[in-house]
């Protein structure tokens, strides 16, 4: 189907939401979905590119205990976007207390010395703003989007919770069975959500990539208040997070906020990361994931290469093979039309009910290129997997057009301007490539190096990332409803706004 720009949008914002567990929001689909990377093919052409030569410089400076500051000034309306990103997610949890990351972000809406539990949220309300939290596999995030005059409010308020966030043991037990009862109503009961979570402890060996974001349930009954206390004592240090500021305000008044509220919380270190390298996959590994479901679902992941690769950056340059499968996974399901959905869902002969491509690129831990599709009435997963594999082959055997290349470049422009008008979008934007440790002006790189992606680079790519050894075939194989099985009854409410 065609895309509007808005659209466009939520395939922008499902990208850099991709292993992202939302507080107030519907959960993020699994990964294994289709058209997330198109996104970053918004901005490939040339007079985008000369569009953003003019836009407003990023600021980035460090306060004396460590904390970095990033600032954006966009003046086209009088909002701003505040954001407090903490460089910890599930990935730097240990086993046995999985789920910590997550919980620990619900229960900093639950108060402070001076704040009473939901009374953070409540007095952003009525300074005319919104604010939300979200926890990822690499990283936790806070955010208010106010008019741009109630920034010092926000950022008191904001500082008071990172440095000072309390709250009663009752409290966490309450706020614990929500978090429980989340896990049921968005992973339990969604045989995909389900099959993703066990396909994506089976692909990762040694990454904490493997851990579910929400926690498994056994490490939820078993969790204890003092076990997210000491996870916020060890993580929560202002060498560890960055706060960003994008909107209409001046970089001196920012700067000068920061250091009143920010600058005063005490310098700790910031724990030591040990490396947890994931082993070199030696052969194929497969999972039929049985479920109450009225569909088979089909998701092929194969390790691929990061954005900074193995190596890093060389230079000012990316990895050229992650950009060559971020333009692969664009060929293949960029746009209506493209090969996927011609050779899958079109047809009277059609094999599947949608189908997709992904490319992982941007993380902390390592990358999947995933395909994944739903076969249609009388098709087996089976041959929905094989048909997704041929496609790739087609590639490496004959290669993609120059018409395809132009198309996949050139296909977002409209989104990615719309995407910019958002100030909240910059600012998430900006705490991504910092928590990645990318260059500011990551978007501006992109633009130009996926430029420059050959239909060769993406041949070569399409020969030399998907054989068995590096795959992961996950598969659903639909069961019929059990003669006892009940509704889910609604989640209970949170004690806070979350």
Known sequence: MKHTAQQSMGLFMRFFSRFFMPSRSAAAAPVFQSRVLAALLLVLTTGFAQAQTAAPPVTQFKLANGLTVIVKTDRRAPTAAHMLWVRVGSMDEVDGTTGVAHVLEHMMFKGTKDLKPGEFSRRVAALGGRENAFT??????????????????????????????????????????????????????????????TANALAFIASPYRRPVVGWMSDLDAMTPDDAREFYRRWYVPGNAAVVVAGDVDVAEVRRLAEKYYGGIQARPVPARKPRSEPVQTGMRRLDFKATASQAYVSLSFKAPGLRGPEGMQGDTFNRDALALTVLAAVLDGYSGARLDRALTQGEQRLADSAGADNGLIGRGPKLFTLDGVPAAGKTAQQVADALRQQVALVARDSVSEAELKRVKTQWIASETYKLDAVFNQARELGSYWINELPLDTDVRLIAQLRTITAAEVQ??????????????????????????????PAPAAGGRH
Request: aromatic share 8%.
């Open 136 to 197: 990822m596999r690499d990283a936790t995030g806070y955010y208010q989007q106010i008019p741009s005059g109630k920034l010092e409010d926000v950022m008191r308020l904001e500082a008071d919770r990172f440095a000072r966030n309390q709250w009663v043991d009752d409290e966490f037990r309450r706020e614990l069975e929500v978090v429980k009862e989340e896990r049921r109503l968005r992973t339990e009961d969604s045989p995909r959500a389900l099959m993703y979570e």
């Open 460 to 489: 070569a790519v399409a020969g030399r990332y998907f054989g068995d050894d590096q795959l992961t075939m996950a598969t659903l194989v639909p069961q019929p409803p059990g003669p006892n099985r009940r509704p889910r009854l």
